[in-house]
């Protein structure tokens, strides 16, 4: 093979057309399209504690409407819809912080000064964390 085969074919005319090894694709591309998928990655989150959120409070009613029919006591009511309503503005909490955190970051890679915040990751871990413990301890007296 020759030096200009390897570099690339010619077409039949003569123009070279490059391979797919000298097609480099532009730093800011493919950060602009990571950043993409992590903002994606966060609204499917971010929908699916919505969805958890509204199969607890559901759930809790549930629960209540069977109380009632076998005059058991039951799972409050209230406790559970506290729960799911809890997780649903969590889910949208999230999906609106990862807005602005996409903006933001959006902004900074066309700058060339990006620097990534650790802010939002550890608020939202607290935060589900938080809500984790809580309806732990919630099951764990009402079970």
Do not use: C
Not at 94 to 116: C, G, W
Request: glycine content about 8%; hydrophobic content about 50%.
């Amino acid at each position: 093979m020759t030096q200009q085969e390897e570099n690339g074919m010619k077409t039949p005319n003569g123009q070279h057309v490059p391979t797919s090894k000298q097609v480099a694709t532009s730093k800011k591309v493919t950060d602009h399209l990571a950043n993409e998928r992590t903002f994606l990655a966060w609204m499917r989150t971010g929908l699916a504690t919505i969805t958890f959120g509204f199969v607890v409070e559901r759930f809790g009613l549930f629960l209540h409407e069977l109380g009632f029919k076998g005059n058991t006591t039951v799972i409050p009511y209230h406790l559970s819809s506290f729960f799911g309503v809890s997780l649903t503005v969590l889910g949208v909490i999230m999906m609106m912080v990862a807005l602005l955190q996409f903006l933001q970051n959006r902004l900074s890679i066309d700058a060339e000064r990006f620097h990534p915040s650790a802010s939002f990751p550890i608020i939202l871990a607290i935060l589900a964390s938080l809500v984790g413990v809580l309806l732990a301890i919630y099951l764990f007296l009402t079970g």
